[in-house]
């Protein structure tokens, strides 16, 4: 099973962390995941460009993805990205979110929005709920 998704980076004007609330704006700078899935129940993660890169975050992206939707699948995610990592631009979130999507892709879960033009009438979630 096969899905890939992208997510842009974003910029902060005002972190919400401090304050309760904050604003953020999308950069056009982006980040695609690949999930391919299989049955083997674990998850390896590759970041191009960078092979000594942490790949936590988008494996347990993954596992918690297959938890909610799937059937114990394992498999391998590999991010590429424009965003550049530990600059302040999301690269992180972008990571994540693309990786999401990415892996609802693969397990078929329909989701609005994902998909430009496609018809949303049998979606499941949409963007925001499936990467919040």
Do not use: Q, W
Not at 68 to 96: I, N, Q, Y
């Amino acid at each position: 099973m096969y899905g890939e998704a992208a997510a842009l980076g974003a910029g902060t004007i005002l972190n919400a962390l401090s304050t309760g609330m904050g604003s953020a704006f999308a950069i056009d700078a982006e980040t695609t995941a690949r999930v391919e899935l299989d049955g083997s129940g674990s998850v390896s993660g590759e970041i191009a460009g960078a092979p000594d890169a942490d790949t936590r975050l988008i494996r347990r992206a993954v596992e918690r993805v297959v938890e909610r939707f799937g059937d114990g699948e394992g498999g391998h995610v590999r991010t590429e990205s424009e965003v550049p990592m530990a600059a302040g631009l999301k690269s992180s979130s972008a990571a994540a979110n693309a990786t999401v999507l990415a892996t609802l892709s693969a397990l078929e879960v329909p989701v609005a929005g994902a998909v430009a033009g496609e018809d949303t009438a049998a979606a499941t979630l949409d963007r925001e709920e499936a990467c919040r």
